[in-house]
């Protein structure tokens, strides 16, 4: 390899496709979940805990699975993954009866735990990559595989008005991706300053080390980069909390409100959407404004909540699900961007596992306590939550003034 570009050469679009197609399976069946066991009159708290779902295994499976994504390739973690959930999908066709709904979901949420981790580490694998607008264009993937999936399962309940019909539909879409990863996901080639590859661009360009990273370094510098873990983290939950919430809540809200079940994929699209345009945003964002913006969203979502909790207006819902897109993308794409940056600078994949945990453990538990407190009174439930975001809005303002620095020059 005697350039830059051959190092950094690598087929992206197998990403893109596994990226939107997973995502769309998923926000077909999480919508219609609570639909669906409210009207086969199950008690809301049992309802929370079926709508969790996968992320009671998820929760731990990334960390747990983390060794055997490093020993093993990528797209074999892949591939292992995807006929691990389409085979744990399969018992829709027989059932949806709640324990064996459970079980089956569990099962999935081991199996997920190979899938999005290596997924996005395989973006970070190699030092050569475009990072940044590789990061976007994953970003744009599985939003509009989220778009998709809500587009379909509203034509699909319009059309055939029957929620099983999402059910059957959906487990197909992950068998699409299992084609794909056998037949065109490309293994990344894994290229970090210490391989042997990089060792040998040095040697053909008659480069010192200093002079070749700094090659990296001008087109994505983060070595001066100084934040503590607990920043991103503190933004991932500030992302999935308010989705998680609304995921669940939003449709039992919209039963109650007799609105048509089609119409709940149509209002979340609309939060969808602004989240994937926010979230592209993010992506291509100066790192210098990182410590700034995230506070900013979550103090709007503090603001948004309590409205939500007493609103019963159609079109009102999709102004506010807008708004919240708009918030929770910014927070996801810069809380990504900054746990890839933790892999590339300590050459490990071990990051993109913590931030699926910490995705699976909120989902887990905001879907199981609002179901619990919404059998009370939903509109409590709002406003619990907007009691954490003002919890979480003080704590990244703190962080942001004193534990963070993103001042580096960018190009």
């Known amino acids: ?50 709508s969790a779902g996968t992320t009671i295994a998820y929760t731990f499976s990334p960390l747990l699975l983390n060794k055997i994504s490093q020993k093993i390739k990528r797209k074999t973690s892949i591939i292992i993954s995807l006929s691990g959930v389409f085979l744990s999908e399969l018992i829709f066709y027989f059932t949806l009866n709640p324990l064996l709904f459970i079980i089956s979901r569990t099962l999935e949420g ?7 981790p290596n997924l996005q580490s395989s973006i970070s694998d190699n030092i050569f990559h475009e990072h940044r607008k590789l990061t976007a264009k994953y970003n744009i993937s ?20 029957l929620l099983e019909i999402i059910f059957y539909i ?11 990863a056998l037949g065109a996901f490309q293994e990344p080639k894994k290229i970090n300053i210490h391989s042997k590859e990089f060792q040998e661009y040095i040697k053909k360009k008659k480069l010192n080390l200093v002079k ?14 100084s934040f503590p873990l ?22 039992i809200k919209s039963e109650l409100l007799n609105f048509e079940p089609f119409t709940v994929y149509i209002a979340i699209f609309f939060l969808a959407l602004s989240q994937m345009i926010s979230m592209v945003f993010a992506s291509l964002m100066k790192l210098r404004r990182f410590n700034r913006i995230p506070p900013i969203m979550v103090g709007i979502l503090v603001l948004i909540f309590p409205i939500i909790a007493l609103n019963q207006e159609f079109l009102i819902f999709i102004i506010l699900f807008l708004i919240i897109g708009s918030c929770t993308g910014i927070l996801y794409g810069v809380s990504l961007r900054l746990f890839l940056i933790l ?51 003080f704590a990244l303002l703190i962080l942001s003034l004193k534990k963070v620095n993103f001042e580096i020059s960018e190009k």
């Open 142 to 161: 599985w939003n509009l595989g989220i778009l998709g999936g809500f587009l379909l399962g509203a034509l699909l309940l319009f059309v055939f008005e």
């Open 343 to 393: 892999n590339m600078k300590e050459n490990k994949s071990k990051y993109s596992a913590i931030l699926e945990s910490i995705l699976g453990v909120v989902f887990l538990i905001t879907p199981i306590l609002s179901g619990f407190i919404a059998a009370i009174d939903m509109n409590v439930t709002f406003y619990i939550l907007t009691s954490i975001l003002v919890i979480l809005f």
């Open 110 to 116: 081991i199996f997920m735990g190979l899938y999005w």
């Open 212 to 225: 070749a990273v700094k090659i990296k370094e001008e087109k994505d510098d983060f070595s001066k980069l």
């Open 170 to 180: 959906a487990p197909i879409l992950i068998f699409i991706n299992l084609i794909v």
């Open 230 to 251: 607990i920043f991103p983290v503190l933004l991932v939950i500030g992302y999935c909390l308010p989705r998680a919430a609304i995921n669940f809540l939003y449709p």
């Open 1 to 50: 390899m005697d350039s830059m570009e051959e190092l950094s050469q690598w087929r992206f679009w197998p990403v893109f496709i596994l990226a939107f197609f997973y995502p769309m399976n998923n926000g077909m069946i999480n919508l219609v979940v609570p639909i669906y066991y409210l009207q086969e009159g199950l008690y809301e708290g049992v309802i929370g805990v079926l």
